[in-house]
Each structure stands twice: as structure tokens, then as C-alpha cells.
């Protein structure tokens, strides 16, 4: 990233240098850009696919050992159902820091906070997501309550996880399900019983019911 931004700051000096009065904001300027280029606030990381016409990824890693044949598939359901591209990132090794001893599991939001410390470097390319898979056993959380879970991401947010302790046909729908809410989507609440966006609940029998299918609803609430 660094020759890249050292180019565009010459870019600007270059355009600049004929102005007396603007060449005393240069410092400004440049200072803003290199702010714009390690951030990605959303309005900021709009600016820069504007200027840059970045391409849409979602950079896909493993956490502990994951067969290929996994990665794969999640790759191209993602691919095939979202439409950017996926690209494999290869493997990293789980937070001890998120290990729960007493339950044996890993505290998947842990898990997200260290993933938001990865930084492939791309910010002027791609605008890009990171989604984590993992065959250990993942919970969330609320105070002193604990409940495994399949997956965990936030509305919008550009991390997720999907593990694959519990489940062996539902993992497709599930990454479909936590790829969902990293593009702004909610639990389906337009009563759709084959969305995938609805609420598992803990239950893997709600997960069975949904279908590869986005109702319009939640589909009219997707952003990247």
C-alpha cells in the first residue's frame, strides 16, 4: 500500500505546485489522504471507491485446520450467490485470548476483534470483507449466559466466522446467513420461511426449513 500512496501524494504535489496559496494546504491534504487510506469508516471507504472504483471482495481465511473442499465450496456459493469476488487468504491460527477452558469453546466475538486487526493491505483496490472458517466450537454470548452458535457477524459489519462443529449439510446457508449481515442484512422478519435470514434460534431444524433463497425484503436491505 505504501508505494501506491507515496505515488498518489506525488500525484498531488505535482497538481498543486503551481498554486502559492494552495501549496500551503499541501500538508493538509496529504495528511488527509493518508488518514483516508488506513481507514474504513464507511463514508470514508465510499470516497475511495469512487476515486479508485475499488472492486467488492470478500477475503476468505481458515482457523485451525478446514479441508480445501471446504473452503472451496464456501467460495464458490458465496461467488455464485452474492456476485464479487472471493479470494483465499490462507490459514491463521485462533486467538488463545478467545479460548473459554471452562466450556471449550471460543468466544466467537473475540474472535472478530482480532480478525478487524488483519489488514491485507488492499484498501486502494478492494473494498473488502474478511470471513473466517473454523471446525471448532464457537459461542456467543449475553452477561453470564453462553450458547454455541454456528456463525457470528454483525449488521454491516466487515468481519464474520462460520464454524463447523455443529453442523455438516447446513454449512452453505450458514455462510450465505453471516456473508448476509455483513452486508447490512437482518434477521429476515417478513415472515419468509425458506429466507436463509431467518433466525436459527440455536435450532438447526429452522436452518433446515430456509431454502439458497434471499426474499425481496431483505434483499432491498443489502449494501457493500
Not at 207 to 213: A, E, Q, S
Amino acid at each position: 500500500m505504501f508505494p501506491i500512496l507515496f505515488a498518489l501524494k506525488l500525484d498531488i504535489q505535482r497538481l498543486l505546485q503551481n498554486s502559492i496559496v494552495i501549496k500551503h494546504l499541501l500538508p493538509l491534504v496529504l495528511l488527509f489522504v493518508t488518514f483516508l487510506t488506513s481507514c474504513k469508516e464507511p463514508g470514508l471507504s465510499g470516497l475511495l471507491d469512487v476515486f479508485y472504483k475499488r472492486e467488492k471482495v470478500l477475503y476468505l481465511t481458515t482457523m485451525g485446520p478446514v479441508s480445501p473442499e471446504k473452503v472451496k465450496d464456501a467460495a464458490r456459493v458465496i461467488e455464485k450467490f452474492y456476485g464479487f469476488r472471493v479470494k483465499n487468504i490462507g490459514g491463521n491460527k485462533l486467538p488463545e485470548e478467545a479460548y473459554c477452558s471452562g466450556r471449550k469453546r471460543y468466544v466467537a466475538l473475540r474472535v472478530l476483534d482480532h480478525l478487524k486487526g488483519m489488514d491485507p493491505g488492499d484498501l486502494f483496490h478492494y473494498n473488502y470483507k474478511v470471513l473466517a472458517l473454523t471446525e471448532k466450537d464457537i459461542e456467543t454470548e449475553d452477561g453470564n449466559v453462553h450458547w454455541g452458535v454456528m456463525g457470528l457477524a454483525f449488521l454491516g459489519g466487515d468481519e464474520g466466522i462460520v464454524s463447523g462443529f455443529r453442523m455438516k449439510a447446513r454449512f452453505r446457508k450458514v455462510v450465505l446467513h453471516e456473508v448476509g449481515h455483513m452486508l447490512g442484512v437482518d434477521h429476515c422478519s417478513f415472515e419468509v420461511t425458506a429466507c436463509f435470514m431467518n433466525d436459527a434460534k440455536g435450532k438447526g431444524t429452522i436452518v433446515d426449513r430456509t431454502k439458497f433463497y434471499l426474499c425481496d425484503g431483505c434483499r432491498d436491505n443489502m449494501s457493500f
